[in-house]
């Protein structure tokens, strides 16, 4: 994600700031960044000085040509105050440009809580947004193909076809629960000593 965005603003370096579990309070999460910028220990505890670092290393890093990206993930189980401080820092910006672009990565719910009337205002600095749809019957045994084939492991000597279609009816085309039901597949086959 980060590489393209910086083919996309034209820098030569980029730096991901990735938050992989942002059930964070406020002040965790002002730690987090604070630590994965290098910022001072003083940066950590207050925010005003966070702010002034923030905005001081952003500004130093963009002049270099590197751009400085927040990443996300799992963004539907973020508490409402960390989000209204995401959209805040979305405001950071030059005369020309944002200094720290946001990317939210999350669940269906998190296009459900963007529609909250107390969350309107960050969803109006949204300036892309893209859902992916569930994986087809044929995407679906490619995927998991693919995965046993990462594994070293030929998909025709683990699972058969109709299994493949059972994943897929029992999963509906989404990866992290295709990826369950053959991990216990798997696991059921192997106590079982069948195979495939």
Not at 42 to 49: F, G, L, M, V, Y
Request: aromatic share 6%.
């Amino acid at each position: 994600i980060y590489a393209a965005l910086g083919r996309q603003s034209g820098t030569h370096e980029a730096k991901a700031l990735f938050l992989t579990n942002p059930t964070l309070t406020r002040a965790e999460f002002f730690e987090f960044l604070a630590l994965e910028l290098g910022l001072s220990a003083q940066a950590e505890r207050s925010k005003t000085h966070f702010l002034r670092e923030l905005t001081a290393t952003l500004i130093q890093r963009r002049e270099a040509g590197a751009l400085t990206a927040l990443i996300v993930d799992e963004a539907q189980a973020m508490p409402d105050e960390l989000l209204e401080e995401v959209r805040l820092l979305a405001n950071l910006e030059t005369v020309t440009e944002k200094l720290l672009p946001v990317v939210l990565v999350g669940q269906l719910e998190l296009a459900g809580r963007l529609q909250d009337q107390h969350l309107q205002q960050l969803k109006q600095r949204v300036a892309l947004r893209s859902t992916l749809a569930p994986l087809t019957r044929q995407e679906t045994a490619a995927y998991v193909a693919e995965r046993i084939r990462i594994a070293g492991g030929e998909v025709r000597s683990v699972f058969t076809a109709d299994a493949i279609a059972s994943v897929f009816e029992g999963s509906g085309g989404i990866p992290r629960t295709i990826s369950v039901l053959c991990d216990n597949a798997l696991v059921s086959g192997f106590a079982l000593d069948q195979r495939p």
